[in-house]
């Protein structure tokens, strides 16, 4: 069983009641084993801490200090030998390593960094997009030019451009056509289309945080993991 989990489902303006919740999905899950718990931007629960000697802001809230400590008891217990606890995966993610605090980043000993998606990334992804997107005018050259012109882009900016280029073929309308128009009869999605798209998209991922991401990894790869994620 898969339990997806976010910041805003693990805790509460109440006192306490967040490493309630903590101690009952991890109870559940074991209830369930085999299951897998996945924490979706794990930097905004387990930040690290913050004392009140590190100046500008007085330390840490107690009750976030309590949440970590919950979840590092929680994981430790996954660690054990119990037949439940093998049973159970814990995954998260991220997109900022760097603000997890160490003690909660030394329990997740395999990292795998997701970079920018490669030429035969982007050609599936392209050619699953535009399968989704309905009829299409590109042909396999034009894919192929459009793949290149692709790179640097992350997954979710591609996304982003193929559903601007889907608007194309209504944008080349008048409102008064588009009144009376059929999906049918609307004009198949063109290369130029993506050149559009592509002239007002922006690169979400720029070279200095690619380069932050590989140093990171540097400093933690002594560690004995694969590499840090993003």
């Known amino acids: 069983m898969l339990f997806v989990c976010t910041a805003s489902a693990l805790t509460s303006k109440w006192h306490g009641e967040g490493e309630k919740l903590l101690r009952t999905l991890f109870s559940v899950a074991r209830a369930a084993a085999p299951s897998i718990i996945f924490i979706d931007e794990v930097d905004a629960l387990l930040s690290a801490r913050k004392s009140s000697n590190d100046g500008g ?32 995966l814990l995954m998260a993610c991220t997109n900022c390593p760097w603000d997890l605090d160490a003690a909660v980043l030394r329990r997740f000993p395999k990292r795998i960094f997701i970079g920018l998606p490669d030429e035969a990334t982007r050609k599936a992804l392209v050619q699953t997009l535009l399968k989704q997107s309905g ?86 790869q002594k560690g004995g993991s694969s590499s840090g994620g993003g």
């Open 57 to 88: 802001g007085g330390g840490e809230h107690e009750a976030s200090r309590r949440f970590k400590t919950e979840f590092m008891t929680q994981v430790d217990g996954i660690t054990s030998n119990s037949t439940k606890d093998s049973k159970l």
């Open 135 to 220: 009829a299409h005018s590109l042909t396999k050259q034009q894919i192929k030019d459009l793949v290149k012109r692709l790179d640097g882009y992350s997954g979710s900016d591609i996304a982003s451009i193929a559903a601007e280029a889907s608007f194309g073929p209504l944008r080349s309308m008048s409102i008064q056509d588009i009144q009376h128009v059929s999906a049918d009869k609307l004009r198949p999605i063109s290369y130029d289309d993506f050149m559009v798209a592509m002239d007002q998209a922006t690169k979400s991922t720029p070279r200095e945080l690619l380069d932050k991401y590989d140093q990171w990894r540097l400093d933690h």
